[in-house]
């Protein structure tokens, strides 16, 4: 495995994601897992990330965290892998992807945590309500066979990993639009291998 690349993660944490996209791009990387408590807490990871945090990647020196920023990373570094727009068509890209990173988990964790946001406050917040963000979600869905249009991108890769979860765990509501959608993209061969390696991974460290 090559040291150029390294993959810090844990197969109990988003790092599924950051290695779904890895799978797509065909990289050849190293796996170092982190285990929850002491170790995601040690001084060595923090100088990796200083948020204790996985997933995060190690590419020929450069230190990428934060999930989205992974998954566009990875779309640049290989262009090979077809995984991103030209850079004149990455409008709708970037928007679903970041949507995704930003109003669709923050609505997705406060509705599961039970926190509702008080309707005068809604303002305050980027996502406003749960419910619009469930219905701009759907319609987005509803356009495009993908996130940014007729192809599979990055985005995808992102956005569609919080859909699944959130079809089953039930933290997302199981919209005809969005079913449809996650059942597009979840036999896709990465994904599969990727979880094969994920869940040997979670198996090995029980």
């Not at 408590?37 to 995060?56: Q, T």
């Not at 609505?107 to 980027?126: C, D, S, T, Y």
Request: some cysteine; proline content about 5%.
């Amino acid at each position: 495995m090559s040291d150029d690349l390294v993959f810090f993660t844990n197969p109990r944490s988003r790092g599924q994601i950051a290695r779904w996209m890895l799978e797509e791009v065909g990289a050849d990387y190293r796996t170092e897992v982190i285990g929850y408590g002491p170790e995601m807490k040690s001084a060595r990871y923090l100088g990796i990330n200083p948020m204790g945090k996985v997933p995060a990647l190690e590419h020929c020196g450069a230190v990428v965290t934060e999930t989205a920023a992974i998954c566009a990373y990875l779309a640049d570094a290989f262009p090979e892998a077809g995984l991103a727009p030209a850079p004149s068509q990455r409008g709708e890209y970037f928007r679903w992807l970041f949507f995704a990173a930003g109003p669709l988990e923050s609505a997705v964790i406060n509705k599961h945590l039970g926190f509702e946001v008080p309707a005068e406050r809604e303002p305050m917040v980027g996502y406003g309500t749960y419910a619009t963000v469930m219905d701009t979600l759907e319609a987005a869905l509803a356009r495009f066979e993908f996130a940014a249009g007729e192809t599979f991108t990055a985005a995808d890769v992102y956005l569609g990993s919080h859909i699944g979860w959130g079809l089953e765990f039930e933290t997302i509501e199981a919209r005809d639009a969005l079913v449809t959608y996650w059942s597009r993209i979840e036999g896709r061969p990465a994904r599969l291998r990727a979880k094969e390696l994920d869940d040997a991974l979670a198996e090995s460290i029980a």
